[in-house]
């Protein structure tokens, strides 16, 4: 998590041209299977920087379900911090190496 604040608010304060959106890759923030990552909460994290460089910021992070089950998550903040939209990843793959069910990841149950 924090290498991803730091990348954008470096980015940010570069004096480039101005940025509406940042958008992050799935889990990008922590990585598959590791919930812990460097001990930032992500979504809090994510909103105080869409804050800070007045941008939003769309991010992939571990959700869970009302069942408590893990899913591939990926949310939108707008520049105040507000969650914008939030979706469970549907379709999560459960084959060979890069099996997310295997890694516990449960599908959202509503296709945007």
């Not at 990008?28 to 460097?38: A, I, K, M, R, V």
């Not at 890069?98 to 599908?107: L, V």
Request: glycine share 12%.
């Amino acid at each position: 998590v924090a290498a991803a604040v730091a990348a954008i608010s470096t980015h940010a304060r570069s004096g480039g041209a101005p940025v509406d959106v940042y958008v992050l890759p799935e889990l990008s923030p922590l990585g598959y299977g590791n919930d812990q990552g460097d001990g930032l909460e992500v979504e809090p994290a994510m909103k105080q920087l869409a804050r800070q460089v007045n941008a939003a910021v769309a991010f992939g992070h571990q959700g869970t379900t009302p069942h408590g089950h893990p899913t591939i998550r990926h949310t939108v903040v707008a520049p105040d911090g507000a969650v914008l939209a939030a979706y469970d990843k549907v379709h999560v793959c459960d084959y060979g190496d890069c099996s997310e069910t295997a890694m516990g990841y449960r599908p959202g149950d509503t296709a945007v």
